[in-house]
């Protein structure tokens, strides 16, 4: 590993293989820094070494990453797997972990591709053992063709809740219930953009099939379910909620919670990206311009790390990102770089256009979160909604001051799943939007680091 590149992408997911692939064939020399073991981030994970008997069986959509990892694996870049980045700022330094050692990197231009994270979903009891998010259940069965041991209530909004069911269905896998917490009113405010949706139709059969599936398979699903709570001694033992009035119990030892997903953005944060509020999609996102280019000059952020779009949009934008930096470092001249660009950005605003619908569709309800005071919105910590409440009721300004009353934000996670409930809260009692609110300040390190590895972070690097 040197110690300077002209490009360093960080991530291997669509946008991050995409990029890579472009700027290395306009002669850019790029270092792709990876934390997993192998590339195709959280859409593709494991895609051509499936550890399942039959890869199909999670989708065509799934295997349409195989020849993009596949392409990646012979692009001529320096490549490093399994490594952590835990520092970086806006002068493009990078600090990680590569081989249980720490490296430092400065790079002419970066492409954060760390794609998204799932939104927490905090209710009561979802510490319990029993409780996980669907894309942890993802994860297992990509990464090591693991599946529940007994049918799983699958609960909350959107469409990976919905592809996961219908995965576990073609696995072989029960579902106990679908407990959809999706509002009514939801449904017209999606309706009003359903004409601009109809560009990418595509992604509306895919619905429509995951849907017919799982209704034909007759598991039982609740609809405009609230006020949710995991109950049990020790472990899950019952799900108790309301659905369209009514009470409902449900029996079960495996619950797998989603709402949706955000953008991770730890990494553009660290590098001083200025962000703005999404109202359509309900988080924060970077700044960027038509290349993906953040307010931080030589800093690029690609595909969900910069708002959410879906795989086949985040190839488009890292592809975009590649050529830009290409042509900042006079690879490629700037007829070259619109001409390339041209049908690149045209797919890309067709890929996009079914994001006004899926985000009023999916569009969760504030006023619904944290009602009841003893959920717990920080796990690291053991901080709950109550205690939120009452440093509001003290006059705490917004999250950091939060962070310093409660610690809430300064466990193992670092804020990542405690930071949007904490803004919730906030705005809730101030009566604004979560945009006056503002977040967590990220601070290094960025993922866990041991003494001795900080030691040598100080020291001169052989």
């Not at 919905?162 to 939801?186: C, E, F, K, M, S």
């Not at 917004?398 to 804020?415: D, E, I, L, S, V």
């Amino acid at each position: 590993m040197k110690t300077s590149y002209p490009l360093v992408i960080i991530g291997a997911g669509p946008a991050g293989m995409a990029a890579a692939q472009v700027a290395a064939a306009q002669g850019v020399e790029v270092a792709v820094i990876d934390e997993q073991a192998q590339p195709g981030g959280q859409i593709y994970r494991n895609v051509d070494s499936s550890p399942l008997a039959d890869a199909q069986l999670l989708g065509r959509d799934y295997l349409l990453g195989k020849p993009q990892v596949q392409a990646f694996r012979h692009t001529p870049i320096e490549y490093f797997p399994a490594s952590a980045v835990w520092y970086l700022d806006r002068n493009r330094e990078i600090g990680l972990l590569h081989q249980a050692e720490h490296r430092r990197i400065e790079a002419g231009s970066i492409v954060i591709a760390c794609g998204a994270q799932e939104r927490p979903m905090p209710i009561p009891g979802w510490q319990l053992p029993g409780v996980m998010t669907a894309g942890a259940g993802q994860i297992l069965l990509k990464s090591a063709a693991l599946v529940p041991s007994q049918p799983p209530v699958l609960a909350g909004s959107g469409p990976l809740m919905l592809l996961l069911a219908w995965q576990y269905l073609r696995a072989g896998v029960g579902v106990r219930a679908i407990v959809d917490t999706t509002p009514r009113h939801n449904r017209l405010q999606a309706m009003l953009r359903l004409p601009r949706a109809l560009a990418a139709a595509e992604y509306l059969y895919k619905g429509l099939k995951l849907i017919s599936a799982i209704k034909r398979a007759r598991i039982p699903w609740y609809l405009e379910a609230r006020n949710l709570c995991a109950d049990g001694d020790e472990q899950l033992q019952r799900l108790r909620f309301d659905s369209r009035g009514g009470a409902v119990e449900i029996e079960t030892g495996l619950l797998q919670l989603h709402q949706g997903v955000i953008p991770a953005l730890q990494l553009a944060d660290a590098a001083g990206c200025e962000m703005r509020w999404s109202e359509m999609q309900q988080c924060w996102q970077p700044l960027v311009d038509a290349w993906g280019e953040s307010s931080i000059a030589g800093v690029f952020i690609a595909g969900d790390a910069a708002g959410i779009g879906g795989a086949r949009a985040a190839a488009l934008a890292g592809q975009l990102a590649g050529l830009q930096v290409a042509f900042r470092q006079n690879r490629i001249g700037q007829q070259q770089r619109n001409r390339l660009a041209r049908p690149l950005q045209i797919a890309l605003r067709r890929h996009l256009a079914i994001r006004p619908f899926l985000d009023s569709y999916y569009r969760i309800d504030n006023d619904a979160q944290l009602s009841d005071g003893t959920t717990l919105v920080c796990r690291c910590e053991e901080i709950s909604a109550a205690e939120i409440d009452a440093v509001a009721a003290l006059g705490c300004s917004g999250p950091n001051q939060a962070k310093a009353f409660t610690r809430c934000g300064m466990g193992h996670c670092q804020g990542r799943f405690c930071g949007a409930s904490v803004e919730i809260l906030l705005a809730r009692h101030r009566a604004c939007s979560v945009a006056d609110i503002g977040r967590f300040t990220t601070r290094p390190p960025l993922k866990p680091v041991t003494l001795g590895q900080l030691a040598a972070a100080s020291g001169d690097q052989s």
